[in-house]
C-alpha cells in the first residue's frame, strides 16, 4: 500500500488518486522541526507522528544527492488548496555544510587547496627543504637554486633554478631543471602560463617527473651540440664550426629540400678550394648546414672574400705546408670523377682521347709557378712537388734541375724538394721485373750478388694454389698480370707483402727459391709499409713497426737508406737489350725520391715543429688507383692515400 501524503488539504496516493512519489522528513531534528513549520498543518499534529511523508509536488527547490537516490535540498513550499494567509511563515536558512556529502567534500576541498597554495617566495623557500631532502640551497633576493651531487661531490646529479618575478599570473617561475648536466624540457611539468606557479602540489609532481626520467638519444644528441655550439663561439675554432654544422642534419626532416641556397654555395665553394676534402666528407655521410647564427655569418664572410688566403687565415703554421700534386693530363672543368665513373665530356685535339696531354714543358711549368704563386701568396708555404716518372713529368723534373732540392721556381725564398710518387714507384719495381729478359734482376747486398727470379714467384703461386689453406694473397692477375693490370697497385700488394717473404722461406728448399728473391721481395714490402704510414696508430692496431710514424729518432730512415742502397746496383746503365736490372729511370726515381722524402720530413720535424711525419702525405692523386680494387683484406691491409 503506497504512503500518503501528511500535507493538509492534499489527497495524494489515497484511493482513485494517480501514484506520487513521497519524501520522508529528515531525521535531523534541527532539519525535521523546519520541515515541520514549513507545513499548512497543525504543528504539534506533526510532532505526534514518528514518521513523515509528503509527496514530491510540494517542493521547488534543487535536489542533492544522498544515499538511495535524491532528495529536496529545502523544505516544501507548494501547497496547492491552501489559502496563503493559512501557511506559516518560515525563514528558509541553508542547511548546515556538514548536513551533506557535496558540502563535506566542498570543504575538505577548500581546505586542501588553501594549504596547497604558495604564499609567497618566502614561504616557498622555506618550504623547500621538504620538497628536495639532501639538497644544496643558494638562495638571494629573487632566486633560489637547488643542486644534488653524486657520492663524489663531482657530478651534478640534479639542478632546480626557481625565480620571483612580478606578473599578473603569478610571482613564481620555474627557470631550468637539469638532469645528469642536461637540460630538462619543461613540457612534462603541470605548469601556467609562461612557466609560473603557485601550488605546492605543482612541486612534487615535478619531482617525480625528473626522477623517473629518461633522456632519448636526441636530446642526449641536441645536449651535446649546444655544448659543442658554446666551445665554438668561446674559441671560435673553424673545424669546430663546420663539425656542428654537419651535426645539425641530424634533425632536418629527409622529406623537401634539406638544404638552404648558403649551404649549396658553400659546398660549391669547398669543392673548388679542395675537391679531395670534399669527397672525404661525402664518403663520411656528413653534409654542411648551417644552424647557429655564428655558422651563417662565417659563410656570409666566405661568400665575400671566397679565394685560398680566407683558407689560410683559419689554418694554424704547421697547416699552412703544401705538397704540390702535378700530372701529365690535363681535364678540363666539365668532366667529373664519381662513383668509380667517369661523368661529362673533355676535349682532346691530339688524339680523340678523354683527356688533353700537357706536352709542352712550358705549359706546364707555367702551371707550376701559377699554383705555387698562390699558395705562398695566401700565406703558405710549398715543401715539395710531386708527381710520377713517366716521360713528361720527368722532362719537368729534369729542366728544374733534377731530382731533388729544386730552386728554379721563385716563388718563395725556400727551396722545394723534386720527389716521385712512390706509388709509381713501387708498381715499376714489379713492372721492371717481369718485363726484364728472363724476368731476372741483379743486385748486390754487402759485395755479394743475389739475383732475384720472377719464376720463383710463379712456383709459389702453382704450389700455394693447390693447397686447401693458402698461405699467400697471391692470385692470378697478380702473378699473371696483362698490359692494363700491370697499373694496379694493389696486385702488386699480392706480390710485396710479408706472408710472400713467410712462404718463400718455407718452400726455400723444397722448390729452390732463390735468396736473392726472398731479399727483394722482403725489402720492397718492408719499404712500402713504411713509406704507405698515414695513421698515427696503424703500428699499434696492426702490431708491426714498420708502420710507425716517421719520427727524428725512429729505425725507418735507417731501413729505407738500405733499400735505396739494394735498388741503386739495380740500375740500367744504358743501351739497348736491358738485362738483370731495372730501368735507369724506375731506379733513380727510387732512390731519389725515397731519400728526399727523408729530407722532407727531417725539415719538417726539425724547422716546423712537427712531432711526427706521415709520409704518405708525399704522394700523388693518381688515376690508376681506381683502376683497380683490393678485396677485403687487401684493403684493410694495403690502404691506399
Not at 130 to 158: E, W
Not at 264 to 273: D, E, R, S, T, Y
Not at 319 to 334: G, I, P
Not at 487 to 501: G, I, W
Request: charged share 25%; hydrophobic share 35%; glycine share 6%.
Amino acid at each position: 500500500m503506497p504512503r500518503r501524503c501528511s500535507c493538509f488539504g492534499c489527497r495524494g496516493n489515497y484511493d482513485g488518486t494517480p501514484y506520487l512519489r513521497v519524501i520522508s522528513f529528515p531525521k535531523d531534528p534541527v532539519e525535521r522541526e523546519r520541515w515541520i513549520l514549513a507545513m499548512s498543518n497543525e504543528n504539534e499534529s506533526l510532532r505526534r507522528l514518528k514518521k513523515i511523508y509528503i509527496c514530491e509536488r510540494h517542493f521547488n527547490c534543487e535536489r542533492v544527492s544522498v544515499k538511495g537516490g535524491k532528495r529536496p535540498k529545502e523544505p516544501p513550499s507548494i501547497f496547492p488548496g491552501v489559502p496563503k494567509s493559512v501557511l506559516k511563515q518560515v525563514t528558509s536558512a541553508p542547511r548546515p555544510t556538514s548536513s551533506t556529502s557535496e558540502s563535506r567534500a566542498k570543504k575538505v576541498q577548500a581546505a586542501y587547496e588553501a594549504a596547497d597554495k604558495i604564499q609567497d617566495f618566502d614561504h616557498f623557500s622555506a618550504k623547500m627543504s621538504s620538497y628536495f631532502p639532501g639538497f644544496n640551497f643558494i638562495k638571494d633576493q629573487k632566486n633560489l637554486y637547488l643542486s644534488r651531487t653524486d657520492a663524489t661531490g663531482q657530478t651534478v646529479k640534479q639542478f632546480f633554478h626557481f625565480q620571483q618575478v612580478s606578473s599578473p599570473f603569478g610571482f613564481l617561475f620555474l627557470n631550468r631543471v637539469e638532469k645528469d648536466g642536461i637540460e630538462v624540457s619543461k613540457r612534462l611539468f603541470p605548469l601556467q602560463k609562461n612557466s609560473l606557479l603557485s601550488k605546492w602540489s605543482q612541486i612534487g609532481y615535478i619531482t617525480d617527473q625528473v626522477n623517473a626520467y629518461e633522456y632519448t638519444s636526441q636530446e642526449i644528441l641536441e645536449h651535446a651540440i649546444s655544448q659543442l655550439c658554446k666551445m665554438t663561439e668561446a674559441h671560435e675554432l673553424a673545424h669546430s664550426t663546420f663539425l656542428l654544422s654537419q651535426l645539425c642534419l641530424i634533425f632536418t626532416p629527409p622529406d623537401g629540400r634539406r638544404f638552404d641556397i648558403d649551404t649549396m654555395i658553400f659546398a660549391v665553394q669547398l669543392h673548388n678550394l679542395s675537391p679531395s676534402a670534399y669527397k672525404m666528407i661525402r664518403r663520411s655521410g656528413l653534409i654542411i648546414l648551417p644552424s647557429t647564427e655564428k655558422v651563417k655569418q662565417m659563410l656570409a664572410r666566405s661568400l665575400q672574400d671566397s679565394n685560398l688566403k680566407t683558407l689560410f687565415d683559419q689554418l694554424k703554421p704547421q697547416q699552412r705546408l703544401v705538397n704540390l700534386m702535378f700530372h701529365e693530363v690535363k681535364l678540363v672543368e666539365t668532366l667529373r670523377f664519381f662513383g668509380g665513373h667517369v661523368l661529362g665530356y673533355s676535349q682532346n685535339t691530339a688524339a680523340g682521347g678523354d683527356h688533353e696531354m700537357l706536352a709542352s714543358y712550358a705549359m706546364l711549368k707555367e702551371l707550376l709557378i701559377e699554383a705555387g704563386s698562390a699558395v705562398v701568396g695566401a700565406g703558405g708555404t710549398v715543401i715539395s712537388l710531386i708527381c710520377d716518372n713517366c716521360n713528361t713529368n720527368r722532362s719537368v723534373h729534369s729542366k728544374l734541375g733534377g731530382p731533388g732540392s729544386c730552386q728554379v721556381l721563385s716563388i718563395q725564398e725556400q727551396s722545394m724538394f723534386l720527389v716521385y710518387d712512390y706509388l709509381h714507384i713501387f708498381k715499376n719495381i714489379r713492372n721492371n721485373w717481369i718485363t726484364v729478359d728472363s724476368k731476372t734482376l741483379s743486385f748486390v747486398v754487402d759485395g755479394n750478388e743475389y739475383k732475384a727470379y720472377w719464376s720463383d714467384i710463379q712456383k709459389l703461386y702453382e704450389i700455394d694454389r693447390a693447397t686447401p689453406i693458402r698461405l699467400t694473397k697471391l692470385t692470378h692477375t697478380a702473378v699473371f698480370p696483362k698490359p692494363l693490370q700491370r697499373q694496379s697497385v694493389p696486385l702488386v700488394c699480392q706480390v710485396f707483402n710479408n706472408k710472400t717473404v713467410a712462404a718463400l722461406k718455407t718452400f726455400k728448399g723444397s722448390l729452390g727459391i732463390s735468396e736473392g728473391t726472398i731479399i727483394l721481395t722482403q725489402a720492397m714490402s718492408e719499404w712500402f709499409k713504411i713509406m704507405n704510414v698515414k695513421d698515427r696508430f696503424s703500428a699499434i692496431r696492426l702490431r708491426d713497426e714498420s708502420r710507425q710514424p716517421w719520427t727524428a729518432d725512429c729505425t725507418s730512415f735507417t731501413r729505407l737508406e738500405e733499400a735505396c742502397q739494394i735498388i741503386s746496383t739495380c740500375a740500367w746503365q744504358g743501351g739497348g737489350g736491358r738485362k738483370l736490372k731495372l730501368t735507369k729511370q724506375t731506379a733513380e726515381a727510387f732512390t731519389v725520391s725515397t731519400r728526399n722524402n727523408v729530407d722532407a720530413a727531417k725539415l719538417l720535424l726539425a724547422d716546423k715543429d712537427f712531432d711526427y711525419v706521415l709520409p704518405a702525405i708525399f704522394a700523388d692523386e693518381a688515376f690508376e688507383k681506381f683502376s683497380a680494387k683490393p678485396d677485403k683484406e687487401e684493403e684493410e691491409t694495403f690502404t691506399l692515400t
